[in-house]
């Protein structure tokens, strides 16, 4: 190879590196040649080729590689323990387990009635667990291990809620003209409320009769005074429907997923409880034959 | 003047910490993985996944952030190391790569005696 052909020439402190394209390169370590030889060699590329580089590189060290080459095993390993941690059957059925009293490996659906549930459980530490079992559902083919942990789970959500259920009941204090039956309001803290009416029926010759159009609007007072509008709905509107004789029309009851952010709130956007609640009143507006024009009364019910 | 001599090992390491520096091509091609497919891939490979598990098109976009970034700038350059590692060791595991090397200084030029290829 002729001088001119070499591309490049590059001396550091232990090698000359000969370049005859950009990408092919001989190495000749200075540690074989004694230094006289050396020099010539220094001389002889020095004076024919160019570009000549002396380039001054750190120490070389397989150290470095060696830490990094045990770094990324560690975090494969360590991201392949979290995947298998993450979607293991086995942890999911022991997060199942801490949120019981005394379980036993392997309970059978059968045994639930058994179960008591853990006083420190909180319904937020169930609902992690269901979506893991959630997450898990897709993947697994385990399916017979996780419908029993999602019934164990289930199973869970029930004794919180007995537990933990808050229940009151509104009765009728003021309303002439409408009857309808207490008002009962079930509310667990941060998970759901459900407010149940009993069904609607006319209380006096003036209603008892075919209506027109029966409209009825909910409003709950807080301990504050503010009316807040919960439910607002037309039972009778295009047909005409006969409430003689003790008939009775159902009312669809309200329901709050308050884990969800559903909740009834206050005119400043604060949350109601149920102990927020003074009173319960229901707007009856009704039309018949009797009276053309549309009659209202209030209903009002106390705790 | 003609010079015979063997290399070793760290000897094939340092031609590839070399070239590294100083082949334009290898800098070029470095470049582009490190700093172009390689993060656009892990990145598009992310939205892909997130994609098809049907999670909103703004969350797919914006989650992969932080990973690519970490793929990028940690695990990308450990991992073309790893490469280089791999690909030094499986040269030195053939002995012919390291013995009888034959350089012969001339006049006009130089010339070469190898029994296999260079490294690079």
Known sequence: MKWTDVHQVIEDESYYFIYISDSKCFTIPKACMDVDTNEVVKRILGEHVIPYIQHHSQPISNTLVKIGVIFIISILGLLLFARWLDNSIYILEQDAYDLFVGIENNAKLDELSNLTLKESVILNEIQQVERKAYSISGKNQKQAELGRIEGLLYHANELLIDRDKIKRIFSREEGEYWKINNISVEYVSDYFMTISYGNLGANSPETERKVDYLKIEAHMVSNENADILFKEEELIKDTPTDLTEDKEIGIYGTFYQLHEGESPTNPNGETIGINDIADIYILVQWKNKMTDELQEEKIVFVP | ?120
Request: charged share 20%; net charge positive.
């Open chain 2, 1 to 120: 003047m003609e010079i015979q001599y063997d290399l070793q090992p760290k000897d094939i390491w340092a031609t590839t910490k070399n070239s590294r520096i100083f082949s334009e091509k290898l800098r070029v091609r470095l470049s582009y993985v490190q700093f172009l497919f390689w993060p656009l891939g892990i990145y598009l490979v992310q939205v892909i996944f997130l994609l098809t598990d049907s999670v909103p098109v703004s969350f797919a976009l914006t989650y992969p952030v932080f990973y690519t970034f970490i793929g990028a700038f940690v695990i990308g350059p450990l991992l073309l190391e790893l490469l280089f590692y791999v690909q030094y060791k499986r040269f030195i595991s053939k002995p012919k790569n390291l013995h009888n090397k034959k350089i012969v200084f001339q006049k006009g030029g130089c010339e070469f005696t190898t029994q296999e290829k260079t490294f690079l």
